[in-house]
């Protein structure tokens, strides 16, 4: 947007992204009516502020006071959330104004991605907010999410928990589903703004105003078109310097049409050249939303690695040949390790064990084994980062041998097994502690992968410590952060991390 | 291995994966022991044949009566799990051959992959199997499963259903995870064997008696050595004809170093040829051990595509685009559609939808429009395949929804609720109903995509319908698998699936 200055901009979203009360303008509470699905999840999210809904149709709603309209709300309300037809909208906008309203968000759809009516109605909105000062998201959104203000304001009902990766979506869908992801993982978000068609706040005015804020140490986006490409890539360029941005650019259904006419698999010109623009810039693009999510709880969670060299400490054999594989493919090295470390490692391990890199511990029965050599391969100063395969996860086969042990012994103790189960999720929770504690004291990263799917999710936190666990499901996905983290390294190397 | 006739070993490895009994030589009921987790394995997994422990220290094991030694079991044994220390295992092998026993998993480790006495000891016991007329599966494997004799035997309690996927892996642990993603996944097994040492029965001995077993359509390798190069392809080439061999070849610890010292990504020369040879003979490699159990959801459960042209139906703009861009980016066609499906498409969804494919339901609340939009694409003939995004996964916000709402709205309907619950259920049971349906009346697959990790797994079987539904999570993973089974349709077209 246009703006007088940036601290304007950026004292004007903050007031939007924590607000002191909120209004719900087409609030409803039948079932899965937009005007329900947020006024829910907001509701139900724990939102600490007060909340107005308006519904001309009510007294009272969610157990609250409800408002005919805006006009009739006591005080000035921080953000207006406009649910209501689009257009109805102006007159929305204006009763806003009058009442004070800071910021709007205008979920309503029907704006400039319907038709010309819609383009020169989102034309008039830009204008009343402009002339009243009102901060307006959308409109077409599908809502926001900022965990620290508690406002969980989206259609879909994920609450991922409070972080520093923050999510700005031009696909009120898509960003649902990543949101969603995250909460499953564990990947904690600062914010998530469904930025809709844009008609005045714009990529590049959620970046500056990303670059300030104090929650945000990661920016993920995905975008469809770059409005503004100058002051777009200038904006993305300077704050990929202090803080990672890593961007998911979507094709068009036209780029989607002129490929299968073409029969080829070339990308579009303006994607090349928008590719080109950001590899320049060192700026990160994804392939495709997971790798979005995957890279978040990389860069969120770990220190960045100074070089590309690998450590691998394994479970059994074949995942070691695997990720060596993968290290391989991807620019990482995996280097022959000095006799000291073979030594220390040995001492607890079978004598036939590979005794190089990657460790593979052969299935010892060791508990102390894994922690060992991740610890002698994380302080040795020929490796850069440490991947640990299969320690984390083990638990669910556990829980698998106890059932078993179970059903096929009549003669087992079932107090052992109570145990055994026990003891097994305490080790696991120590090998994280472990290896978050590795990460504080040799600032390098230490990569997990779970290979069993675990309910956990990705990220694990440890409570006081900077960094958290870091547990993939795969080799590939773990070498692949890693291989984008010494990337960024190289090229931004004055970020630290986190 | 040498063998007088294919039949003979045919017949042979039969006996071994459909045993009227089992011997467990060196069972255990020490909790975490391999003699432990074989026999409780076995017990727990509901194996109807014969079980005989063999252990000189106990009368009774599992409820079972203990033998002291194979040669006091009263009746000849048809497969030998052997578990005891390396050493003693030329005699035990004796043992079976007085007992009689057709064949012998030798879990017991020690030997080729240690030293030279243990390459000494492995002849030894080729020796005994030759002269006795036993097969020797291993030594240093992880174990079997059949399903289809209700036998699981490994180390790892996953017990993946009855299916049509032949799984032989050179790593035991990586096969271990696999069976278990398998099992998480519901991917249907026919047979999995960790091969081990291979010293007598190698890979291509499997896939000679998979190319004859009735329940096997797909096999899926790991492997880390050819043992014999010139017979493997051969047999591999001839198997792939009838029915897809999917083949991960790992590197060896040897290659990650050579990577390593020379800083480069490039392949073996080894690999290189093994893979240029595969490329030849038609046979799909993969790369990472999470596609192999991919490629076995889809070739297992979905007709095979006749061409490369792909509709994508989608509940959100943004995915239908990053999908279409996968698509372009693998090869595949995403072709524009004819008036007439936009037209009949058209009559279900608000008059600014996308008119085109990908097709956008724009989050159309009408529960009718994907499965009109998914058929009216599937049954033209300008298009091969179907990908189907987000409709199977949505029950997942349903639920948090419906919680949200609970807890936000102290007036609304615990029973309606409830009822909402049961009905997105039902809804997301009959769409995959419908898909599968469509598959069998158009012969072409339709892949689905649920975006939502779902604990239902990728694989959704309708009883009494030869395919089945398949969901991955992402778009990526699905427009792989289809991109790979255009690839295989391409070069083996007298193959069958499923």
Redesign the interface.
């Known amino acids: 947007m246009k703006h007088t200055t940036d601290n304007q901009l950026i004292t004007g979203l903050d007031t939007i992204f924590n607000p002191g009360s909120v209004a719900l303008v087409g609030a409803s509470?039948t079932?899965?009516k937009w005007g329900?699905?947020i006024?829910?999840?907001i509701?139900?999210?724990g939102y600490k502020g007060r909340i107005f809904p308006v519904n001309p149709g009510y007294k009272e709603m969610?157990?609250l006071p409800a408002f005919e309209q805006i006009g009739k709300i006591p005080e000035p309300v921080d953000l207006a959330f406009i649910i209501t037809p689009a257009k109805t909208v102006p007159s929305v906008l204006e009763a806003c104004g009058q009442n004070g309203v800071k910021g709007a968000v205008i979920i309503t759809s029907?704006f400039s991605?319907?038709?010309q009516a819609g383009r020169d109605l989102e034309k008039e909105i830009v204008t009343i907010g402009q002339e009243k000062g009102i901060y307006i998201i959308g409109p077409n959104t599908m809502g926001i999410i900022a965990p620290y203000a508690d406002l969980f304001a989206t259609g879909?009902?994920?609450r991922p928990r409070k972080g520093s990766v923050a999510f700005i979506?031009?696909?009120?869908?898509?960003?649902?589903?990543l949101t969603?992801?995250a909460d499953?993982q564990g990947i904690g978000i600062s914010l998530f703004v469904g930025s809709g068609n844009e008609a005045m706040i714009t990529c590049p005015d959620y970046l500056e105003y990303l670059e300030h804020d104090p929650h945000t140490r990661i920016i993920i986006l995905?975008i469809?078109s770059v409005g503004h490409g100058g002051r777009f890539m200038e904006v993305a360029t300077r704050v990929n310097r202090k803080k990672p941005v890593i961007i998911?650019k979507?094709?068009?259904?036209e780029?989607?049409?002129t490929?299968?006419?073409s029969?080829t698999?070339s990308m579009s010109g303006e994607d090349a050249i928008f590719r080109g623009a950001c590899r320049q810039a060192g700026i990160l693009n994804a392939?495709?939303?997971?790798e979005l999510l995957n890279l978040s709880a990389g860069f969120s969670s770990l220190p960045l690695p100074k070089g590309n060299r690998v450590g691998i400490v394994t479970?059994?054999?074949?995942?070691?040949?695997?990720t060596?594989?993968?290290?391989?493919?991807?620019?990482l090295?995996?280097?022959?390790i000095p006799d000291h470390i073979v030594e220390a490692i040995g001492r607890r391990l079978p004598p036939?064990w590979?005794k190089?890199?990657?460790v593979d511990l052969v299935?010892t029965?060791d508990l102390d084994a894994p922690t060992i050599a991740v610890e002698e391969l994380v302080k040795w100063d020929g490796i850069d980062a440490v991947m640990v395969l299969?320690v984390v996860g083990r638990d669910?086969?556990v829980h698998?041998?106890i059932?078993?042990?179970r059903?096929?012994?009549?003669?087992?103790s079932r107090e052992?097994?109570d145990q055994?189960k026990t003891l097994s999720r305490h080790y696991e929770e120590s090998f994280i502690a472990k290896m978050v504690e590795f990460m504080e004291v040799y600032e390098k990263p230490i990569i997990g992968v779970s290979?069993?799917?675990t309910d956990s999710g990705t990220v694990r936190p440890v409570t006081g410590r900077r960094y958290s666990g870091v547990f993939y499901?795969?080799?590939?996905t773990g070498v692949n952060v890693l291989a984008r983290m010494v990337a960024y390294g190289r090229r931004s190397p004055v970020a630290s991390l986190p």
Request: aromatic fraction near 8%; hydrophobic fraction near 30%; include cysteine.
């Open positions: 509470t079932f899965g329900q699905l006024a829910s999840n509701i139900a999210g969610f157990g029907g991605e319907s038709d879909a009902h994920s979506s031009q696909s009120g869908n898509l960003g649902n589903q969603h992801w499953q995905y469809e998911l979507g094709g068009t259904t780029a989607g049409r490929a299968a006419a029969h698999g392939r495709v939303p997971s479970l059994g054999g074949g995942w070691g040949v695997v060596a594989d993968e290290c391989n493919e991807r620019g090295v995996v280097p022959p036939f590979s190089g890199n990657p299935g029965r299969g669910e086969f698998l041998l059932e078993s042990s059903d096929a012994d009549p003669e087992i052992f097994l055994i290979l069993a799917r499901q795969t080799p590939e």
